[in-house]
């Protein structure tokens, strides 16, 4: 089975940090792609934050907004993601989903359905931790 579970959210001041954490189980990070994802109540899911790790290499992404603010990062051999965030804003609040856009396991490759965007709702989604931020 895999499991996605995130913690370290909370509420800060504006200029504040957090750090999420993403602990996986089910695979490795040996090749896989790991996001963050956030969802504000009536609004889209959107992507945030990801890193993918093929033969040996990693790189990442960031949603423009939150380039320089933002740094995604992974630990092998605690199978965990980490989400760093610095300066924080207000338009920062969310509640923030890790997610598996693929992994391999067990001699097999699995990839989420390209339309599983909706931050939860399918085994590739952890349950969401929600980040506050106050102005």
């Known amino acids: 089975h895999v499991y996605l579970v995130e913690s370290g959210g909370g509420s800060v001041q504006a200029g504040g940090s957090l750090r999420l954490s993403c602990k996986v189980s089910?695979?490795?990070?040996?090749?896989?792609?790991i996001e963050w994802w956030r969802k504000v109540p009536g609004n889209e899911c959107e992507l945030v934050s990801k890193?993918?790790?093929?033969?040996?290499?990693?790189?990442?992404y960031y949603k423009d907004s939150v380039k320089g603010r933002f740094t995604i990062s992974q630990d092998s051999a605690e199978n965990t993601v980490w989400l760093e965030m610095n300066s924080l804003k207000p338009e920062d609040t969310a509640t923030y989903y890790c997610?598996?856009?693929?992994?391999?396991?067990?001699?097999?490759?699995?990839?989420?359905?390209?339309?599983?965007?909706?931050?939860?709702?399918?085994?590739?989604w952890g349950q969401g931790t929600q980040v506050t931020v106050a102005s």
């Open positions: 997610a598996a856009e693929g992994y391999c396991a067990g001699g097999k490759c699995y990839q989420r359905a390209p339309n599983d965007k909706n931050c939860g709702g399918s085994n590739y």
């Open positions: 890193i993918s790790t093929f033969d040996g290499e990693t790189t990442t």
């Open positions: 089910g695979f490795t990070f040996a090749t896989s792609v």
